[in-house]
């Protein structure tokens, strides 16, 4: 398929990150964006072909059409692009919760679009389409919803997005397995930060001085806490089952390592040990 025409709803940190790669790949970006600032920003950089803040029959002009709105308005921008998407183009969503949308999205979809799932696992604590730069997607993790009825095209769509973001792909069987899989490797690391966060926040008034002398430790296990307050909620929200569970697992290897530093200290050493080497997988 010639992905000659790529459109981008939501330009965001990753929509607009993944207009920023495309563009300086050499293909035509249509943006759209509800907010009018990002709007001018975006027409400020001059690599759309046609940008908007309404949706409107340029994505018809488009094969491959990337919904990257907040995760809660997903569906709704499904429902928006519809009349207008192209027979046999792709539609991809990039939310790091599907479930909530998902099965409703394929009850909707026209027979003659492809809706394929994806997912990239790249990001940093900030927000915004000021915030975003074509780099952003080289050498991370970009996960894609296994779809049998087109695999071929999930084929294709794997070999132009390693090709054109630098990219690795990795296919996931199903809904119900990413969302299990990102509550372990980015939500429960977004809930710890915030925990983490909140628990030096109760010694503030004893030091005052904390920001001042915190460390690369303290920043480095914390930065998830910086991100916009409105994703990490959305996601705590639609994801609550996942992460209750590998929340409830992690309050279990507190538990044990806490007991550890009281009763045995060999025991403990050994979970430090096993920690790096675990981690040095990564």
Do not use: W
């Not at 696992?121 to 991370?140: L, V």
């Not at 209750?244 to 200290?265: G, I, N, P």
């Amino acid at each position: 398929m010639n992905f000659k025409n790529i459109c981008i709803v939501g330009l965001g940190l990753i929509g607009g990150s993944l207009s920023k790669a495309f563009a300086s790949k050499g293909y035509s970006v249509y943006g759209f964006d509800y907010d009018i600032e990002t709007i001018n920003i975006a027409k400020s950089e001059g690599i759309f072909s046609h940008l908007s803040n309404e949706i409107d029959s340029n994505v018809s002009n488009c094969d491959l059409v990337f919904v990257c709105v907040s995760i809660e308005k997903t569906l709704d921008a499904f429902k928006a692009i519809i009349p207008y998407l192209k027979e046999n183009c792709i539609v991809c969503d990039v939310a790091s919760v599907k479930s909530h949308f998902f099965n409703e999205v394929i009850k909707i979809i026209p027979k003659k679009v492809n809706f394929i799932s994806t997912h990239p696992m790249a990001g940093t604590q900030y927000s915004g389409y000021k915030n975003s730069f074509k780099e952003i997607f080289i050498d991370r993790p970009f996960l894609i919803i296994k779809n049998e009825k087109a695999r071929h095209l999930v084929d294709e769509l794997s070999n132009f997005l390693k090709t054109n973001l630098c990219v690795n792909v990795y296919l996931i069987n199903s809904v119900h397995e990413h969302d299990t899989l990102v509550s372990l490797i980015s939500h429960l690391p977004m809930f710890i930060a915030v925990s983490l966060s909140n628990t030096l926040k109760k010694y503030n008034q004893d030091f005052p001085y904390l920001n001042l002398v915190a460390g690369p430790g303290f920043k480095d296990t914390s930065r998830l806490a910086l991100q916009n307050p409105n994703f990490t909620y959305s996601i705590f929200k639609l994801n609550k089952e996942e992460i209750s569970k590998v929340v409830d697992s992690y309050f279990d290897t507190l538990a044990s390592l806490r007991e550890f530093l009281e009763e045995d200290l060999e025991a403990l050493r050994s979970e430090i040990v096993a920690a790096r080497e675990f981690r040095g997988r990564f």
